[in-house]
């Protein structure tokens, strides 16, 4: 006999404003304990030292994780001049000082060259995994391993603001997989100095933004219980508003959901714009609903996920 799963069974996205001081583990953790949920996981890691939007999926909203992790997220930080830490942030240790303070038309002129696809090292301090080990738990260790630069997508990098002349303040638009810390330090470098991120938030992850974001003192309210709590649940598709949108009959979609392409001649007229026709992604909906994900391919729609 199967043993049953402990809490209870929940469907759909908390999109929740992060606090400072814990990680994105320990967030999910406390929300997933205050709704008695089955099945929880959060949609891209936040540092300790960052706040802002962590989407938190539950139940079947789970399977649109990655597409999360995939779409463009907005930040904002602060970087300070003059300190180099070993974990790129304000909570590492100073491993080397600058007297240098750039001008904004020094910093100005550097930022291009962190703008479209480059090529970034990763923080030592981060979740990459080398030969099966995270690389923050061997720099802990005294074991800091060499991370090979790797492709990033940085759409936007713009100075908003200079409070004195030790920060300056940045927004930045990105895809997967970009570290604000990386950038920070780079960005520092390439203007002769030295500096680590001392404030970072994240405003956006695809289209969840700040003004949908509940705090987490709202989950951690005793006096309230998980029924009410759940209210703050968005729908799954929620996390798809951002892919391009393409209607089938139920005869198309019992189709695709057998796992058959579909011909897009046979969708002309209905293929959305947004759509890139080379290994674009598309919600695939039918009766007024989201059914599937489907990758347009070679001519065909074929199937990539059934929801």
Not at 76 to 101: C, N, P, Q
Not at 104 to 118: M, R, S
Request: overall charge neutral.
């Amino acid at each position: 006999m199967a043993r049953q799963k402990k809490g209870r069974k929940l469907d759909g996205w908390i999109i929740l404003d992060k606090p400072q001081g814990i990680t994105s583990t320990q967030a999910l953790n406390k929300v997933k304990r205050a709704l008695d949920a089955q099945k929880a996981g959060h949609g891209g890691t936040l540092d300790p030292l960052a706040t802002g939007i962590l989407p938190l999926a539950f139940g079947a909203a789970t399977k649109t994780v990655p597409y999360v992790m995939d779409s463009t997220k907005i930040y904002h930080f602060t970087l300070k001049f003059g300190e180099a830490r070993d974990t790129d942030d304000a909570e590492g240790a100073v491993i080397a000082i600058s007297e240098a303070r750039p001008s904004d038309a020094e910093i100005l002129a550097a930022l291009p060259q962190f703008i479209g696809t480059i090529m970034q090292t990763p923080p030592v301090f981060s979740a990459i995994k080398v030969d099966g080990e995270r690389a923050y738990d061997m720099a802990r260790d005294g074991r800091p391993p060499e991370l090979p630069p790797r492709p990033a997508q940085v759409d936007r990098f713009e100075l908003i603001s200079r409070p004195d002349a030790d920060h300056a303040v940045f927004e930045v638009q990105s895809g997967k997989g970009v570290y604000m810390r990386s950038l920070a330090r780079d960005l520092a470098r390439a203007c002769g100095s030295v500096g680590h991120i001392a404030v970072l938030r994240r405003l956006r992850v695809g289209p969840f933004k700040e003004n949908m974001a509940v705090p987490l003192d709202f989950f951690l309210n005793s006096e309230q219980n998980p029924a009410t709590l759940a209210e703050t649940l968005l729908p799954l598709e929620t996390a798809l508003d951002d892919i391009p949108a393409l209607a089938l009959n139920q005869a198309e979609f019992f189709a695709l959901s057998q796992g058959q392409a579909i011909s897009l001649v046979d969708l002309m007229g209905r293929i959305p714009e947004a759509a890139n026709p080379d290994e674009g992604l598309v919600r695939v909906t039918a009766a007024g609903r989201v059914k599937a994900l489907a990758r347009l391919s070679d001519g065909w729609l074929k199937p990539e996920r059934l929801f």
